[in-house]
Each structure stands twice: as C-alpha cells, then as structure tokens.
DNA sequence: CGACTTTGACCTGCGC
DNA sequence: GCGCAGGTCAAAGTCG
C-alpha cells in the first residue's frame, strides 16, 4: 500500500522535476495565496483566463497571464497591500476574535462576534495553502478531524464548495473544499490558519506519511494526504515569504505580467500556507 | 447520544 | 443604495 502510494507521488514529482516532496516545497511551488487568488480569482474556475485546457493544470500552464517558460522557480506574489484591502474586518475574524467564545454559541456569540468588534479593527488573515489533489474524493482525508460547518454553490462551477473547521477545541483552522469544474477529478483544498495541536494519534497513515516523507513533527495535516485515497498531489503554494527575492509579480489582474514560472507545463500549485502546515519542511527555506 | 452533515437564512464586503 | 457572491451560523436530520 505505501509502497504503491510512494509510487505515485515519486511520480507526480518527479513530473514537476522534483525528487522529493522537500524539494518541492523548497524550491518553487511557491505563490501566495492572493496570487493565486488572482490568477484563478481562485476557485481557478472563475478565473480570467480562458477556459483553455480540460484539466486545471493545463489551464494554469496555458494561461496567457502567466510566463511559463522559464525554468526558473516559481513565484509569487502577494501584494501586502492587496492583502490588506483584503482583510479590512476580515469576517473569519469574527470567531477568531473571540476565541473563548468559539464554543460560546447561541445567539450570544452570534450578537458578540458581529458587535463585539470594533468598527474598523484590523486583524491579519490568517495564512492560507491551497493546493490541488487529483482524486475521487471531495474531503481527503489528511490526519485531522474536521467538521463540516457550510456548503456553497461557487459561481460558474457546478461543483459546491464546502467549508470545514478543526473538530479540536481551541483550533481555529479552517479549510475550504472545491472541485475544478474544469477538471472535476481535481479537487482543491485552501487551508486556513495553524493547528495548534497534533495530529490526532488515532488516525491511520501519520507515521507512514511521516517516514515517506522522511519527516516527523506535528503538523501537516496535508502531508497525510498524499498517500492516501489515490490521490495525487498538484499543486501548493506557500506564503508571501519570498516572492520579492524571486522576482515578482506584478500580476495585477489582467495586467498579463506575471512572472510565474513553472517547470514546463507541470502542476504548479498554490499556496500559501503550506508553511503553516508544514513548518518544519518550511523552516529551511524561509531562514 | 454524541459527532457529524445538510441546508436555508443571515451577514458582510465589493462592484456598479 | 442595490444586488451579488462568499462565508458562516445554527436548527434539523443522519449515522454509528
């Protein structure tokens, strides 16, 4: 079973020239989650761009917004100020704000977190990875407990988008689950926020993901998912971090300047927070 | 019976 | 100001 599983994510990486996953991360799968935003004004189907390839990543590499020809490591940007347009009262912030009350519930905490904040308070988003999984199935299963709180129907898409929240008492993480309608086999996964616990010990695959992997430590729900379900891995981007020393984007929406690079029409991938979820593989490359 | 899902309503930000 | 779309709430339903 791992055997098979390791099988196939050597071979997704070894597609987007990588060896191995750290490499990976470490090198250039890297966009923040606002470009991505951009770029696919994520969900990548609502994107600006044609609808060129059946599959998402054809669609990415096909995207006349993006340079892809160079070899060089990828990219991204993420304005802050686009973040911080983004974030004016950011509404995740509601519960987050009022953490102890998270559980609270009732209208209680409904009428505390819409008034309880103050008019124009400012709170970072919290960092958020995306990235694309080829699999049947819509919630992979990635180490965590998570409790679906919300279903909507995405705009252009066929396919609803589903939210979930850490089920672990104090952990804020939330993660959005969608399906390309551009490649339904492709599902897209937008976690938000840290957990601040380990993964639960109970569940199947941590330690043989961990030793694939070659990696221990708490953390990366994400990791436990590429072995799993037949899943194959596309994409992820990890946060804002570097983009500048690589070179930046300037893609302002339809200004068709970027400068995303991708190793040959190979999945690229999002974002985000991959550092959040994975620290430890993020450590290195961020110091 | 607790944990989780479903689903319609509600809230908020944003563009026009 | 209005309408739209994304995101969240919470009651009701389902499942083990």
Redesign the pocket.
Known sequence: MDDHHVEQKNTYLEEVSFTSLSDCLQSSLVMDYNSLEKVFKF?PY?SPFQPVSPSSMGHIVNNPYLNLNSNSPVVSSSSNEAEL??N??D??D??EDNEGDQHG???S??QL??QGKKKGEKKEREARVAFMTKSEID?LEDGY???????????NSPYP?????C?TQKCNV?K?VERSFQDPSIVITTYEGKHNHPIPSTLRGTVAAEHLLGHRGGGSGFLHSFPRHHQEFLMMKHSPVNYQSVGSMPYEHGHGTSSYNFNNNQPVVDYGLLQDILPSMFSKHES
């Not at 407990?145 to 705009?155: E, I, M, P, S």
């Not at 988008?161 to 929240?165: F, I, K």
């Open positions: 969900p609502s347009k983004e004016p009262n509404k995740s509601r519960m519930v009732g209208e905490s409904k977190t819409k919630h407990r998570w409790r679906k709180y919300g279903q909507k129907a995405v705009k988008r589903s939210y979930y929240r089920t939330k959005r």
